[in-house]
């Protein structure tokens, strides 16, 4: 598509661009972050888990990269080398029987779901169980301009720099049973999260070196860093109910924002708020830091490229 | 002549306690802040209680109560609960316990009225603090004080319920009210400020199946002692019940200590009563210890351990030891300005017997007091 956009515009310039190779490529990689705000968001759960009546909180092992698949369209002239790149970022946390029991909130002993599912006909109060999935989706699209000179009739090796868009959603999936007589019934609940505003800057910049085995074919490692951020998260859509959500998080719902919140002159004493930027101004005790997606950060690749020589 | 044969096994291991008019302990002083050494003193006796309400409300958050029929049984059950835990004599009992130590200040938390306006008659209506004053008016004892309330209703909602599989049961029809209040001595003492201010951190959940916030707030007097000598000590009285979850708690403390400090007479006493849902040096206390704020009970930690919540049998308080079963110290009297605390207690010699044969406490939680001794100057 570049190629070909390219070459139009070359012919409306009357400029002769062919001889060139279009170019396609595939590679997979990693993605390395420090998402210091989406990382407090996740320790932010994992305490609210901890300190909920009877929860089994859920460890966070951290959440400062994830792998990544690139595609790759574009076109070489000379030394010099203009594409397209779409990456997919898609990461999903499961996290599956945590068990909840209001009757012994003080309780150190680790317990399960089938424990209280066993117990089920005998509990005095209420308790239950709930399944949660978090997944990202995330789509970075780079026009890129590279220099990569042919050193050798093998060898390219050069440096780049691409700009773009990042676009995307996550999503929060929340089934729980509640257990015990007459309880409630088993709810479910989904929440879109989409950052705000909808798309971000990206800018890339890296340094490559691709083998060519033949002419065809070329064998691509780049290593680089990758500067975007996200303004901040908003709930885009709700779907279904959640009692245990509701009371944690005050009734969550389409247009509210994620922050993470601090009494005023309490910076350590920090807790995830969902609401409006309304409600979070109306809490005129508190100080509020909107939970933004920095995805800065270091990235490594390997692919695979294939060229077509035009003439 | 279970009751006083229980008390009389308590007062054996300490567990009745009579405060005493004399000092019994000079254990530490206060912050200071606030207080000034060369003003003159002023002595008054507070309490903090917890009156609780008597019945477990936990499966109301996990039941479907937006099913009116699943709502009618939940109600049902609890108002069985409610009439077999004797509201009438709880609150008597808790009368009772004021009257027996006769403190010029009391933080209530939990105080409650429940009226059913229709589909039962045997649900006695039993506004917590007009029958505790009514009852204090009544039976004084020895103690002289004219009590009167700033009340702080905070939850009130109310509801009928219709049962869809039985459209013959006349529908249930609820009202409910939940609150702090702080009793004084109307004789002695006089209002001269009050409000409640509500917190911004609050949970909410579903009460007779209607999505409400729960009932914290801090409920704050200005309250001015006139001494039998003429002298005048201005107060500033904080009263709340914060919440049990730790990380909402701990934002209600700080919170608290944010209005305070905003509303802070510099010229007046500190005294801070409450059910604060946590221990002594955990870091709910320490954002209170830590602006100033003195622990009466470690100020004079007397003869008991201070335990005053919550009994582990359930909404009836079995008196089962000289705790009642009772293993926390989550209500605390806090003071600033003050420069020594004496006479701690936990009074744990109030008893109700319930329909189950049961000697119950008023309430799950003790009523504590200090004696505490202020410095102050009013203008």
């Known amino acids: 598509m570049i190629a070909g956009l390219l070459a139009c515009l070359s012919a409306l310039h009357g400029l002769d661009l062919k001889p060139f190779d279009l170019d396609a490529g595939i590679s997979e990689g990693y993605n390395h972050y420090e998402a210091a705000d989406l990382n407090k968001v996740m320790v932010l759960l994992e305490q609210t888990t901890r300190e909920a009546s009877g929860f089994n909180h859920y460890n966070v092992t951290g959440f400062d990269g994830h792998p990544a698949t690139q595609a790759w369209l574009g076109m070489t002239k000379g030394d010099w080398r203009f594409g397209l790149e779409m990456e997919f970022w898609t990461e999903t946390f499961a996290q599956k029987d945590v068990p909840f029991d209001a009757e012994n909130p003080d309780r150190k002993v680790r317990i399960t779901c089938a424990d209280l599912y066993a117990a089920a006909d005998t509990l005095s109060t209420r308790a239950g169980c709930l399944d949660a999935q978090e997944t990202f989706r995330f789509i970075p699209i780079t026009l890129q301009v590279a220099w990569m000179p042919k050193w050798k009739s093998w060898l390219r090796s050069g440096a780049g720099y691409g700009f773009g868009v990042l676009a995307g959603d996550a999503s929060l999936n929340l089934h729980t049973v509640y257990l015990g007589p007459g309880s409630a019934k088993p709810d479910r609940i989904s929440l879109e999260i989409v950052p705000t505003p909808l798309v971000a800057f990206v800018h890339k910049a890296w340094v490559s070196t691709e083998v060519l085995p033949l002419s065809w074919l070329g064998f691509e490692m780049r290593g680089g860093w990758r500067y975007t951020k996200l303004g901040g998260l908003e709930i885009d859509k709700r779907e279904g109910e959640s009692r245990v959500l509701d009371l944690i998080f005050d009734n969550p719902k389409a247009g509210d924002r994620l922050y993470v919140r601090n009494p005023s002159g309490y910076p350590e004493q920090t807790t995830l708020f969902i609401g409006t930027p309304g409600e979070a101004k109306a809490q005129s005790r508190y100080d509020f830091h909107q939970v933004t997606g920095d995805f800065s950060g270091w990235f490594v690749s390997l692919g695979v490229n294939f060229h077509w020589g035009i003439e | ?379």
């Open chain 2, 1 to 379: 002549m279970r009751i006083p044969a229980l008390c009389l096994v308590l007062l054996g291991l300490g567990g009745c306690t009579r405060l005493e008019p004399d000092i019994i302990g000079q254990a530490g002083s206060g912050s200071g802040v606030g207080s000034d050494a060369s003003a003159s003193p002023d002595t008054v006796l507070v309490a903090t209680y917890n009156l609780s309400i008597g019945y477990e409300v936990e499966s109301l958050i996990a039941s479907d109560l937006t099913n009116d029929t699943v709502a009618w049984h939940q109600a049902s059950r609890i108002l069985d609960q409610y009439i077999a835990s004797r509201p009438l004599g709880r609150v008597r009992a808790a009368a009772e316990a004021i009257a027996r130590h006769c403190p010029d200040l009391v933080g209530l938390q939990e105080t409650e009225n429940l009226r059913v306006t229709s589909g039962r008659t045997d649900v006695p209506t039993v506004p917590f603090l007009d029958s505790l004053l009514s009852w204090l008016a009544a039976h004084p004892g020895d103690c002289s004080r004219r009590y009167a309330v700033l009340r702080s209703p905070l939850n009130v909602t109310g509801r009928s319920l219709s049962r869809s599989d039985r459209p013959d049961v006349a529908p249930l029809g609820l009202h409910f009210e939940e609150g702090n209040a702080i009793l004084y001595d109307a004789g002695q003492w006089s209002v001269t400020d009050s409000s409640t201010i509500m917190f911004d951190d609050l949970l909410r959940t579903e009460l007779l199946g209607k999505l409400m916030s729960s009932e914290r707030a801090v409920q704050y007097g200005r309250l001015v002692h006139q001494r039998p000598d003429g002298r005048r000590f201005a107060y500033q009285v904080w009263n709340s019940h914060l919440e049990v979850l730790s990380s909402t708690r701990k934002n209600q403390a700080a919170e608290m200590q944010i209005i305070m400090s905003n509303r802070r007479d510099w010229s007046a006493g500190q005294i801070l009563l409450g059910d604060l849902n946590d221990s002594a040096f955990s870091s709910t206390l320490r954002i209170f210890t830590g602006n100033g704020w003195s622990d009466a009970w470690l100020l004079d930690p007397g003869s008991q351990a201070g335990i005053t919540c919550c009994a582990s049998s359930g909404w009836l308080n079995k008196v089962t030891s000289p705790t009642g079963g009772k293993t926390r110290r989550i209500d605390y009297i806090l003071s600033q300005g003050a420069d020594t605390a004496f006479s701690t207690a936990i009074a744990l010699d109030s008893f109700v017997t319930v329909d189950s044969g049961n000697v119950v406490f008023p309430s799950d939680h003790a009523m504590v007091l200090a004696k505490l001794r202020f410095r102050v100057k009013v203008p």
